[in-house]
């Protein structure tokens, strides 16, 4: 009875095996065609390759980079009519090889239906000539964005926040730094952000101002833009507050690793995390200065100078002057005049930091006729017309 079953097991297994076997041969082979033409190198079109050699003056790597790019058996009449109208505005060679190698889809584009509106859109902003191929060249993908949905109306809405510049020049500066304000819904994104700013006491020439300097915000999503606005306001700052857009500023420019790394800098030079923020808080800018700057200027102030903490925690903007054509040439100027006792009163060196390049030389250089070249020696060379100052 046992036997019977194996034997009747074993023919029951023999029948799958061989009904299965065309089925796997077929999956075997269509798996291994299909992993082949993965693997395989995208063809090119060789005659469209060496027209873009021949026409475009593209290197032979760069043809081929971008006809993988493209549909295949294409004619070559769109991007002849494409070369025929770039030229034709005053662009150069190197502005169609870029503006193509960055958007090869406006080789088809319709040059009268699609093109020709969205350059004159730009053309009445004021981009012409070559700065009009400057801005394509570099940002050609705004070419494929919708002139009615996207374009006109998030123009529109960008004017209106830099409504004090009329020649279009700051709004010519936000498209140069991040086309993609414009590529947006402006219902949903560019609004929503706008109307979320005001309501934290961003507005005016603030809100103008970073826009010019930090675009991207205006288009992050809003719970982004929220978490943001929440970080600064838990470093002190207060909606309403003058300085709230410059710290939301300092912070959108660095992750927040760079930040804190910043602020060790300071801590480990004996300021603690309260001063460390009470300084930002003073000057937000503080934090956008490079690592470097801000040791040089740390060990400069705390041990040439020595100057005490609380001076440089009340006036954090020491560490934001040049110390080469500022700091150090007013510094080794005062210690000449202290040296030879010529100083009435002692001033404090934050003060001499503080006063306009005029007031300096007119108070502690033009005064001092008689020390003349020694003065200009430690003033680093800087040529001074003493006539034109005011010795009063």
């Given at each position: 009875?046992?036997?019977?079953?194996?034997?009747?097991?074993?023919?029951?297994?023999?029948?799958?095996?061989?009904?299965?076997?065309?089925?796997?041969?077929?999956?075997?082979?269509?798996?291994?065609?299909?992993?082949?033409?993965?693997?395989?190198?995208?063809?090119?079109?060789?005659?469209?390759?060496?027209?873009?050699?021949?026409?475009?003056?593209?290197?032979?790597?760069?043809?081929?980079?971008?006809?993988?790019?493209?549909?295949?058996?294409?004619?070559?009449?769109?991007?002849?009519?494409?070369?025929?109208?770039?030229?034709?505005?005053?662009?150069?060679?190197?502005?169609?090889?870029?503006?193509?190698?960055?958007?090869?889809?406006?080789?088809?584009?319709?040059?009268?239906?699609?093109?020709?509106?969205?350059?004159?859109?730009?053309?009445?902003?004021?981009?012409?000539?070559?700065?009009?191929?400057?801005?394509?060249?570099?940002?050609?993908?705004?070419?494929?964005?919708?002139?009615?949905?996207?374009?006109?109306?998030?123009?529109?809405?960008?004017?209106?926040?830099?409504?004090?510049?009329?020649?279009?020049?700051?709004?010519?500066?936000?498209?140069?730094?991040?086309?993609?304000?414009?590529?947006?819904?402006?219902?949903?994104?560019?609004?929503?952000?706008?109307?979320?700013?005001?309501?934290?006491?961003?507005?005016?020439?603030?809100?103008?101002?970073?826009?010019?300097?930090?675009?991207?915000?205006?288009?992050?999503?809003?719970?982004?833009?929220?978490?943001?606005?929440?970080?600064?306001?838990?470093?002190?700052?207060?909606?309403?507050?003058r300085m709230l857009v410059h710290g939301l500023?300092?912070?959108?420019?660095?992750?927040?690793?760079?930040?804190?790394?910043?602020?060790?800098?300071?801590?480990?030079?004996?300021?603690?995390?309260?001063?460390?923020?009470?300084?930002?808080?003073?000057?937000?800018?503080?934090?956008?200065?490079?690592?470097?700057?801000?040791?040089?200027?740390?060990?400069?102030?705390?041990?040439?100078?020595?100057?005490?903490?609380?001076?440089?925690?009340?006036?954090?903007?020491?560490?934001?002057?040049?110390?080469?054509?500022?700091?150090?040439?007013?510094?080794?100027?005062?210690?000449?005049?202290?040296?030879?006792?010529?100083?009435?009163?002692?001033p404090s060196f934050i003060h001499t930091l503080n006063i306009?390049?005029?007031?300096?030389?007119?108070?502690?250089?033009?005064?001092?006729?008689?020390?003349?070249?020694?003065?200009?020696?430690?003033?680093?060379?800087?040529?001074?017309?003493?006539?034109?100052?005011?010795?009063?």
């Open positions: 009875m046992q036997a019977l079953k194996c034997n009747e097991l074993h023919r029951r297994f023999r029948f799958v095996a061989d009904s299965t076997e065309p089925f796997l041969f077929f999956f075997y082979h269509s798996f291994s065609s299909s992993t082949k033409a993965k693997t395989q190198t995208p063809k090119t079109d060789s005659s469209f390759t060496d027209y873009l050699i021949n026409n475009f003056k593209f290197s032979k790597t760069q043809a081929l980079s971008i006809s993988t790019r493209l549909p295949r058996g294409k004619s070559n009449e769109k991007p002849q009519s494409l070369l025929l109208f770039l030229q034709n505005l005053g662009f150069s060679e190197t502005h169609i090889r870029s503006a193509v190698r960055l958007c090869p889809q406006i080789l088809f584009s319709d040059i009268d239906k699609t093109l020709k509106p969205k350059i004159e859109f730009f053309q009445d902003l004021g981009l012409v000539g070559s700065e009009l191929g400057m801005f394509i060249s570099k940002n050609s993908p705004i070419l494929t964005v919708s002139l009615e949905r996207k374009l006109v109306p998030c123009v529109e809405i960008l004017k209106k926040v830099l409504c004090r510049n009329q020649t279009n020049q700051d709004l010519i500066r936000v498209l140069s730094r991040c086309t993609a304000v414009v590529r947006v819904n402006p219902e949903s994104r560019l609004l929503g952000n706008i109307a979320f700013l005001k309501s934290c006491g961003i507005v005016g020439t603030q809100l103008s101002m970073l826009l010019t300097r930090q675009p991207w915000i205006f288009i992050t999503q809003e719970s982004k833009l929220r978490d943001l606005v929440s970080r600064v306001l838990d470093m002190g700052f207060s909606v309403n507050s500023y300092t912070v959108s420019c660095m992750s927040n690793e760079t930040f804190m790394r910043k602020l060790e800098l300071f801590r480990s030079s004996g300021f603690s995390s309260d001063e460390c923020m009470e300084m930002f808080r003073n000057q937000p800018g503080l934090l956008r200065a490079s690592e470097e700057k801000l040791k040089l200027g740390i060990e400069f102030f705390m041990n040439t100078v020595k100057m005490e903490k609380s001076a440089l925690v009340r006036f954090p903007v020491s560490f934001m002057y040049d110390l080469e054509a500022r700091v150090i040439p007013r510094y080794m100027v005062l210690e000449i005049l202290k040296s030879k006792r010529l100083l009435k009163r002692e306009s390049e005029e007031k300096f030389l007119a108070k502690f250089m033009a005064k001092f006729r008689d020390h003349a070249e020694e003065l200009l020696v430690a003033y680093k060379g800087h040529l001074l017309d003493y006539s034109s100052v005011d010795e009063s």
